[in-house]
């Protein structure tokens, strides 16, 4: 279980509390107003940010002070996933060998596999700046494949992409999470992708993270929170 234990964080005014256990290998979307604190609570998760009181426990493991790293956690965020310099080899040859040293033949081979996996086959050379933006989202999923984590922190990872574009990248997203058995936390403004990828939603609003809802529990029936969210 990934468990956040009577976790507190604050920053100036704004204060986020979660009492909450989410399993390994459930797709769970973290929705809710904008500023309510989505991206801080995966912070807190891939230890981006410490919090103030609490812990976070990874299978009855004390990761609070565990820095990123070195967490169980890989994170994607909407851009910048990529380093501009590098080409595909070297960027996903970083999940490998973080230090940045030699590729061996056997690194290479595990980064082309996956580079196939994602349908960038033969692109190892390309530099970021010369994919689409779809291509790009491919890439950072291979490298989440590569990282092995079981945990998959995304912060609106497709946003920027057109919808039907968007809906084949959740699909594959799925599929390497299910390939890596891994909990993968979603943050979307999209109530269509908590609908169609997350088993469950964990609500932030009004300073809480929620214990996460089954998701069709959640929108047959929404609470007044979400229906503010939802528009009506
Ligand atoms: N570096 C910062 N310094 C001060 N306040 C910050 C900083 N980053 C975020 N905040 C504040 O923390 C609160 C939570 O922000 P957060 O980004 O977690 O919200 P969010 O739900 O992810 O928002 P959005 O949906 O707009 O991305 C907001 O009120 C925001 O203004």
Aim: charged share 25%.
């Amino acid at each position: 279980m990934l468990r956040l234990e009577d976790v507190g964080f604050g920053q100036g005014a704004f204060a986020l509390s979660a009492d909450l256990a989410l399993a390994p290998g459930q797709r769970v979307a973290v929705i809710g107003p904008s500023g309510a604190g989505k991206s801080t609570l995966l912070d807190l998760i891939a230890g981006f940010r410490r919090p103030g009181r609490g812990r976070v426990l990874w299978q009855g493991r004390d990761i609070t002070d565990v820095p990123p790293d070195r967490r169980p956690v890989a994170m994607l965020f909407q851009e910048n996933n990529l380093f501009p310099h590098l080409d595909l080899l070297r960027n996903l040859g970083l999940a490998l060998r973080p230090d940045g040293g030699r590729l061996r033949a056997s690194d290479r081979a595990a980064v082309e596999a996956v580079l196939a996996r994602v349908g960038l086959e033969g692109l190892g050379g390309r530099r970021p700046g010369a994919l689409s933006g779809g291509q790009q989202s491919r890439a950072a999923l291979a490298r989440v494949l590569l990282q092995r984590r079981p945990v998959l922190a995304l912060d609106e990872p497709f946003a920027a992409l057109g919808p039907a574009l968007k809906t084949e990248m959740l699909e594959l997203l799925r599929e390497v999470a299910e390939e890596l058995g891994a909990l993968v936390l979603l943050v979307t403004h999209d109530p269509q992708d908590a609908r169609r990828f997350a088993e469950e939603v964990v609500l932030v609003s009004e300073g809480v993270a929620q214990a996460p809802v089954e998701t069709g529990v959640l929108f047959a029936d929404p609470p007044e929170a979400l229906r503010a969210y939802l528009g009506g």
